[in-house]
């Protein structure tokens, strides 16, 4: 594990703006653009995605296990995102991890290779069960949850190794220089990055205005 934890933290040294150095505090600082992006498609096997593809909204949600926002936003404000837009086909929404921690590499590792039905399974469960963890690394935990959700034995030894984090790292480090997101929770709808954290009422009115819009321009 080692290896891991020293891959981790080189690149939390590069995901940094400026390769984490400090600013010029004389230097004027102005607001940075809006991101837009589109899925790589060498990164979709670790996301999860709700919905009808062709909805005119298209949410990502960038998220870590060790981000205490990105669970408290999955349990309370996705359900009424859930309901209200994407069981209605007007959003389809997409879970991205992003590796800020081990518990996130450990689970990526493991769901890459599952079904769609797993991949839910497994991500709701420990989306769920890591709200109450208190540790930095919760290797156990995660094993037992994905034993729970049906993946076997075979299947963790084999991802839960050095070798398939590398594979891992090396691809969240290639999305990682790609997107360069300052952290988790962030999220983009329709390729543009949304500053702040919107909880689902002001993501509801989000949501509105862009199908208020997308309507108005259809006419």
């Not at 919905?51 to 309370?76: E, Q, R, T, V, Y």
């Not at 949850?145 to 034995?153: N, V």
């Not at 360069?180 to 702040?196: C, H, M, R, S, W």
Request: hydrophobic content about 40%.
């Amino acid at each position: 594990m080692r290896n891991v934890f020293c891959i981790l933290a080189v690149l939390s040294i590069l995901i940094t703006p400026n390769g984490g150095a400090s600013s010029d505090p004389a230097t004027p600082q102005t607001a940075p653009a809006k991101k837009l992006f589109v899925m790589p498609d060498t990164y979709k096997k670790y996301t999860l995605s709700f919905g009808d593809p062709n909805a005119p909204i298209k949410i990502h949600k960038f998220f870590s296990f060790s981000c205490s926002s990105c669970l408290m936003f999955h349990k309370h404000h996705f359900p009424v995102i859930f309901d209200q837009f994407i069981k209605t086909g007007k959003a389809y929404w997409t879970l991205v991890p992003y590796v800020m921690d081990v518990d996130t590499l450990y689970v990526m590792a493991t769901v890459s290779t599952c079904p769609d039905d797993v991949k839910l399974h497994a991500y709701e469960t420990i989306l769920d069960s890591a709200l109450n963890w208190t540790e930095d690394d919760n290797k156990e935990k995660i094993i037992q949850a994905l034993k729970a959700c049906g993946i076997s034995d075979d299947v963790i030894e084999h991802t839960l190794s050095e070798t398939n984090y590398e594979v891992v790292l090396r691809d969240s480090f290639d999305f990682q220089e790609y997107i360069q997101i300052d952290g988790t929770p962030t999220l983009f709808i329709n390729g543009e990055e949304i500053p702040g954290i919107p909880g689902s009422k002001k993501l509801t009115h989000i949501i509105t205005d862009m199908l208020n819009s997308n309507n108005g321009d259809a006419q």
